[in-house]
């Protein structure tokens, strides 16, 4: 249990650092940010309960007013704004990846690009693009051509993930507890 606690705030700490990589905003007022490679890696590295955990950790300290999202924005507001689909996205982004990764048996590297690409990128343009469609006032269709200008990264992000994830199962297998 303590353990797991430590796993958690070093994930949601691990977010907020990636929070500090300069952003790229493009139209529509949702930047393009490393916090993204966080939450894939949250999953694939912890699994999805305690991916889940941590990123609800660090969206609860972020509605708490701390600037830990790209840009330095914090506080209940980020949360009206065009980035909201996707924050809400997070948590459910990171669950997905890491129940891909403790229901698969492919290789470390393998399955967690995987479950990045899905939970990462898929699960997370399912909340991302309505929300933006609904605080832009946009048709669905007009929102889902805002975001793919995300998906490059966003694919180059899972891919990263994937090697990130197979480096920690190499160096310490134990420590992957997507696979525990």
Partial sequence: MERDLTHIALFAALVAIL???PQITLAGGVPITAQSLGIMLCGTVLGAKRGALA????????????PLLSGGRGG??????PSVGYLVGFPVAAFVA????ER?????GLAAGAASVIGGIAVLYLF????MAIV???TLPEAAML??????GDILKAVLAGFVTQGIARMRPGSLLSRA
């Fill in 19 to 21: 929070g500090l990589v």
């Fill in 55 to 66: 990123v609800l950790l660090f969206l609860a300290l972020v509605a708490a007013g701390l």
């Fill in 76 to 81: 209940i507001g980020v949360f009206a704004g």
């Fill in 98 to 101: 890491g129940w891909i990764m």
């Fill in 104 to 108: 698969t048996t492919l290789p470390a």
């Fill in 128 to 131: 991302g693009i309505p929300g």
């Fill in 136 to 138: 832009l006032d946009k």
């Fill in 147 to 152: 975001g793919m200008a995300f998906l490059p």
